[in-house]
């Protein structure tokens, strides 16, 4: 049996690993058997607390045990299903294949996590955009270079701890399965995401990279596989789509194909980056967070009305100590996003603020039908590229400056690599989105004293925070409604918002895909 026991400590014993071991013996004593459980810091409070839970047995078991085991059966000669996408959805379908005595064969578009490094640092330093190999695309997908939060808000996705303890088992820190928001940050997930292939592939599961699907082989409704660049045709008993949201080709393709697709609801605003100082002052009530509080994040939200129409106005993908990165897909766009390293120390602070887009707010873009909002996404991100030059280099203005609707005559430091244009935002983002942010900010600024600051500024755009495309399936069998033996899956699909649920997805459709089709 396992007891589990509270505690609230201060900063400096609950995140200090020496000075919390010694705290722990002298509460349980020096040859008990205990494990931290959970651990969250409080800042409600001008004295900032860090909630802890200690799992202690008292039977003698692992007072917290590790469930995940990696698979050790082998598929090589097994019925294949095929994945397209080696993103968290894709990666974690493929495992469960292998678990479910199934072939996964993963076909990417991008390169392998370590060859995409190169293309990465040609978008920073000669802002030259690889369509198959970015930010976006490539082993990992989005989330292996643009920061690694393995957040959730609904515990109904599926079993977190399970993804979780996947990611320990093949690398991560075990304080993932402990630390209220988890996070394993750029510089650490692709080993782990390394290793998973690695998995895979001594398991008998295949992965393809440098490998783009171009077509789809539909025979009477069904789905029997995919047709790639090479001319290649890969069939298996269905196929898991696993492409993310930003590869519209494939929205295309579907379209072009007959498949069923919908216009769906996304958020699109600027990112807004502070000195950190100023974070941690707001979140910790301090001048100096001191050497054991980490850097602070927030979540700020508000409700705006332009026009008589109320929309939310929120932050998205908060990075204490990190860094803004270029996120575009394609050259002529310009779309920016946020990464934090796991220490994340760097000097700043940065978070998207995005204005939700429903689809009635896209009547100018009824022609495009079901594209409409993909339609509206592009065009935004293809004027911020305008407006600052045409290359990778983005619009930027200091926050006061941006609520004031004045051009900055200087910027200050930022962590944007390939460079600032100083211009007016107004000049290129849609009314409507200019003044539910301007608003939007303000409230900020009352809710937190010393936000809205011109130590701060907006660069644009944040536009990839979700699908603007969603794949409609059956909420029972998860297949397409239309379509047989065709999984949509992740959040190009429009079913997840992250690394987790995107995970717990893959893992969903896998399970559902072998349940119908694999002793057929």
């Known amino acids: 049996m396992t007891k589990i026991l509270r505690y609230r400590l201060k900063p400096e014993i609950a995140l200090d690993e020496q000075r919390f071991e010694e705290f722990v013996k002298g509460k349980v004593g020096e040859g008990a058997q205990w494990k931290l459980f959970k651990r969250s810091i409080d800042a409600r409070s001008k004295c900032v607390q860090v909630n802890v839970e200690i799992a202690l047995s008292e039977n003698g078991e692992d007072p917290r045990p590790f469930a995940y085991q990696k698979p050790d059966n082998h598929v090589e000669n097994k019925p294949a299903v095929i994945i397209v996408g080696a993103g968290p959805a ?23 996590v370590q060859a995409r490094r190169r293309d990465l640092a040609a978008i920073n330093k000669e802002h030259k955009v690889n369509p198959d190999s970015n930010y976006c695309f490539g082993e990992g997908g989005a989330g292996t270079y643009s920061d690694g939060k393995l957040y959730t808000r609904s515990k109904k996705r599926g079993d977190v701890t399970r993804i979780l303890e996947i990611l320990v ?40 990279f440098d490998t783009r699907v171009e077509d789809f082989v539909i025979k ?17 008993i269905g196929v898991i789509l696993a492409t993310g949201h930003s590869a519209r080709d494939i929205f295309y393709l579907l379209d072009k194909s007959g498949v069923k697709i919908e216009s769906k609801p996304f958020a699109l605003g600027l990112r807004v980056e502070h000195p950190q100082q100023i974070i941690d002052q707001i979140q910790y009530h301090c001048d100096n967070r001191g050497e054991y509080l980490p850097a602070a994040a927030y979540a700020l939200a508000t409700q705006t009305h332009f026009e008589e129409v109320k929309r939310g106005v929120f932050s998205f993908c908060m990075c204490p100590g990190g860094f803004i990165v270029p996120a575009a897909t394609a050259d002529g766009e310009v779309v920016v996003n946020g990464m934090s390293p796991s220490r994340r120390d760097s000097k700043f602070a940065n978070s998207g603020i995005v204005v939700a887009i429903e689809n009635e707010d896209l009547e100018a873009y009824a022609e495009e039908g079901e594209f409409r909002a993909l339609a509206f996404q592009s065009e935004v991100e293809k004027n911020a590229c305008a407006i600052a030059g045409g290359t990778q280099t983005a619009p930027a203005q200091r926050l006061v400056d941006f609520v004031h609707g004045k051009v900055s005559n200087s910027l200050p430091d930022c962590s944007y690599q390939p460079g600032l244009a100083s211009v007016n935002m107004r000049d290129f983002l849609p009314e409507s989105i200019y003044e539910r942010l301007k608003f939007g900010f303000k409230n900020f ?49 429009g079913y997840a918002g992250g690394i987790m649920s995107a995970a717990i997805d893959g893992e969903k459709c896998a399970e559902k895909l072998i349940e119908a089709y694999l002793k057929i």
């Open 220 to 236: 009477e409704g069904e789905l029997r596989g995919v047709k790639t660049q090479d001319g290649a045709t890969w069939e298996g």
């Open 90 to 112: 894709g990666l974690f379908a493929a495992l469960r294949c292998i678990e479910l005595g199934a072939k996964p064969v993963i076909l990417e578009r991008g390169k392998d």
């Open 445 to 493: 600024g009352r809710k937190s004293k010393g936000y809205l600051t011109n130590e701060a500024q907006v660069l644009g755009v944040e536009s990839r925070t979700s699908s603007p495309v969603h794949v409609p399936r059956d909420r029972d069998t998860l297949e397409h409604v239309e379509i047989k033996r065709l999984y949509p899956c992740g959040e190009g699909a």
């Open 169 to 208: 088992a093949h690398g991560s820190n075990e304080n993932i399965l402990v630390e209220t928001h988890p996070h394993i940050g750029t510089n650490k997930l692709p080993k782990v995401i390394a290793d998973i292939r690695e998995t895979i592939l001594s398991r008998g599961g295949e992965m393809h």
